[in-house]
T-cell receptor, first 113, second 112 residues
Framework: AQSVTQLGSHVSVSEGALVLLRCNYS??????LFWYVQYPNQGLQLLLK??????LVKGINGFEAEFKKSETSFHLTKPSAHMSDAAEYFC???????????FGTGTRLKVLA | GAGVSQTPSNKVTEKGKYVELRCDPI?????LYWYRQSLGQGPEFLIY????????DSGLPNDRFFAVRPEGSVSTLKIQRTERGDSAVYLC??????????FGPGTRLLVL
């Protein structure tokens, strides 16, 4: 079985500060891991994905994430927050077979001026 | 965009009514997924189509929910005898065959 835990349902950072959103996963098979962003009243937009290649993955809008198997983590970071980063972020895991996603409960990021 | 359109964007209905939600992916993708996102939650898997057939419907909550994809492209999610607890955003995603799903904007269903 697979599961995802996102620690912190709400995170606030100052503009220009480091963004760190946490994601831990559980999977009995080698996982595929994803981060999606959701702006108000919009669908999910892919930020980045891990598919067993490089463990440090770079995505759009300056975000990156590092796959750490020993810690079963896939935390999302961005060196400098921008006001436009305010949104909800979801971590997801899938495996082979049906490739259906298991999502975390999301983290709402607030960026303070 | 993500290459997936969903209609209607919003649907308000009364308890007990029947609703249909439509998903239209750009052509060339054999796999299609439906998810449900309740308020304050992450999306939850409902059903997965490979071509015209439902390859995995283990996420459908009960027999009031049904989905079809008769020609392997457009899919319709059907909900009978709607209940207030069915209120959610229903998301559709196409699968590129490279692990990644691309999501449509969703249909916001409100059952009064």
């Amino acid at each position: 079985a697979q599961s995802v835990t996102q620690l912190g349902s709400h995170v606030s950072v100052s503009e220009g500060a480091l963004v760190l959103l946490r994601c831990n996963y559980s999977s009995s098979v080698p996982p595929y891991l994803f981060w999606y962003v959701q702006y108000p009243n919009q669908g999910l937009q892919l930020l980045l994905k891990y598919t067993s290649a490089a463990t440090l993955v770079k995505g759009i809008n300056g975000f990156e994430a590092e796959f750490k198997k020993s810690e079963t983590s896939f935390h999302l970071t961005k060196p400098s927050a921008h006001m436009s980063d305010a949104a909800e972020y979801f971590c997801a895991v899938s495996g082979t077979g049906t490739y259906k996603y298991i999502f975390g409960t999301g983290t709402r990021l607030k960026v303070l001026a | 965009g993500a290459g997936v359109s969903q209609t209607p964007s919003n649907k308000v209905t009364e308890k007990g009514k029947y609703v249909e939600l439509r998903c239209d992916p750009i052509s060339g993708h054999t796999a299609l997924y439906w998810y449900r996102q309740s308020l304050g939650q992450g999306p939850e898997f409902l059903i997965y189509f490979q071509g015209t057939g439902a390859a995995d419907d283990s996420g459908l909550p009960n027999d009031r929910f049904f989905a079809v994809r008769p020609e392997g492209s457009v899919s319709t999610l059907k909900i009978q005898r709607t209940e207030r607890g069915d209120s959610a955003v229903y998301l559709c995603a196409r699968w590129t065959g490279l692990e990644t799903q691309y999501f449509g904007p969703g249909t916001r269903l409100l059952v009064l």
